[in-house]
């Protein structure tokens, strides 16, 4: 079977700027665009306007089709503008996000769709999260948890563990949520069809090898020549090549693989929700895999519980938190760059992302903390979830997992 496979240049988010004129000297040289659509983001109507065959695919599968031409926000995505180097542009008071001379859709979906999304929504009392979130059915009632982390930290893993190995799970979204507060219930919206998602899972989650094929690719690694792994330096090397170079595992090429899908860490797959799998036993007692399918798929969670992940070498693995040490976390944003979260030359060190949020445009910090304050008077229970060490000992993803089980109360 062919890869359906996209390189862009750059392969991560480029810069972002505020508007000084820019966005209306491009548009003056750019007019008719091949491809437009306009997306439903909860209620808010984006429109793409864009030369790039590419980011038309992906945003048509990401996104619901709005049924209204009309638009409360646009994104631009033009490729081929002289005197440009790749960037967006963004302007609030027009609701405008132009990415110029980069078709990596990252930029498309998140600062830009994503961004102008949130702006909109402020007007109808909807807060932006940067999570993942499952819905969970508990004897007879069914609540949501959302999981914040820093880039690295084990968001994804975590999101799909709860999918695969709890059978009253439904799968809600991987990235982004927009929440309000309707009497006594906190209601999280997720806004995406397919998700844009990480292909590194693959590599601790074999599953998804199958579930992946046919599906439509971004940047991932499809020669052994090009592992985007190597480093002569040791703390940047990736540890598949690493553990390649010191004889204990095979190459995915070396063994008749046509991709690596955990190569370079910010490859990308879009990826239809029903294709999670989770395990099951049949009348006979055999366990087996199966598609989640689209009766297991929700866009609305009333939300019950919040996961905030480290990586670290002191927290234990699960407490619960209260709500100055949650906020105080969330305001300071820490978290180290990991390959594929940034510019190469910045991997390994450290940065701060308030609420652990890079979507946003200009984020108005006075109301994302009291947004957050407000999710504790609504009786949402906040858990610190450590994913990396703990008294010398390296905690694993089974572990975190059946931490994650007791706090629910799904044991």
């Given at each position: ?76 995505i ?62 007879n ?26 059978k ?19 209601v ?43 480093s ?21 090429f ?40 689209k ?56 940065g ?26 609504y ?6 979830l ?26």
């Amino acid at each position: 079977m062919a890869i359906n496979n996209y390189i862009t240049f750059p392969d991560r988010r480029p810069p972002a700027f505020k508007d000084k004129g820019q966005i209306d000297e491009i548009l003056s040289r750019y007019s008719n665009f091949p491809y437009v659509h306009t997306a439903n983001i909860c209620g808010a109507r984006i429109k793409l306007l864009t030369n790039s065959e590419h980011v038309s695919e992906f945003w048509q599968l990401n996104w619901y089709a709005s049924d209204s031409n009309d638009a409360d926000g646009f994104v631009y995505i033009i490729t081929g503008v002289e005197g440009y180097e790749p960037c967006l542009f963004y302007n609030l008071d027009k609701k405008i996000a132009l990415g110029v001379n980069t078709e990596y859709y990252g930029l498309a979906k998140s600062k830009s769709a994503l961004g102008l999304a949130t702006e909109v929504l402020k007007e109808k009392e909807k807060y932006p999260m940067h999570a993942a979130s499952v819905s969970i059915k508990r004897n007879n009632e069914e609540f949501g948890v959302a999981i914040i982390a820093p880039t690295g930290t084990g968001k994804t893993t975590q999101f799909h563990e709860l999918l695969y190995n709890v059978k009253n799970s439904k799968v809600v979204g991987d990235d982004y949520l927009f929440l309000s507060f309707k009497e006594k219930e906190v209601v999280a919206e997720q806004p995406e069809n397919w998700l844009y998602m990480r292909t590194e899972i693959a590599e601790k989650h074999p599953t998804f090898l199958k579930s992946f094929e046919g599906l439509p690719l971004e940047n991932v690694v499809v020669r052994k020549e090009n592992c985007r792994q190597k480093s002569q330096d040791l703390e940047k090397m990736g540890s598949c090549y690493r553990s390649v170079l010191e004889g204990g595992r095979k190459c995915v090429f070396d063994e008749g693989f046509k991709a690596c899908y955990w190569s370079y860490a910010n490859s990308r797959i879009m990826f239809p929700r029903e294709k999670f799998t989770m395990l099951i036993a049949d009348e006979e007692g055999n366990v087996k895999e199966v598609f989640k399918g689209k009766e297991n798929v929700t866009n609305e969670i009333t939300l019950k519980y919040v996961l905030l992940l480290t990586r670290d070498d002191e927290s234990p693995i699960i407490r619960k938190i209260e709500k100055e040490e949650a906020i105080k976390i969330l305001k300071e944003g820490n978290f180290k760059i990991m390959p594929g979260g940034g510019p190469p030359e910045k991997w390994g060190q450290y940065g701060k992302e308030p609420f652990y949020d890079p979507y946003q445009l200009e984020m108005d910090l006075e109301r994302q903390e009291k947004f957050f304050r407000k999710l504790f008077d609504y009786n949402v229970i906040f858990y610190l979830l450590n994913t990396g060490s703990y008294k010398g000992r390296k905690i694993e993803i089974h572990q975190t997992h059946a931490y994650i089980r007791a706090a629910l109360r799904l044991n």
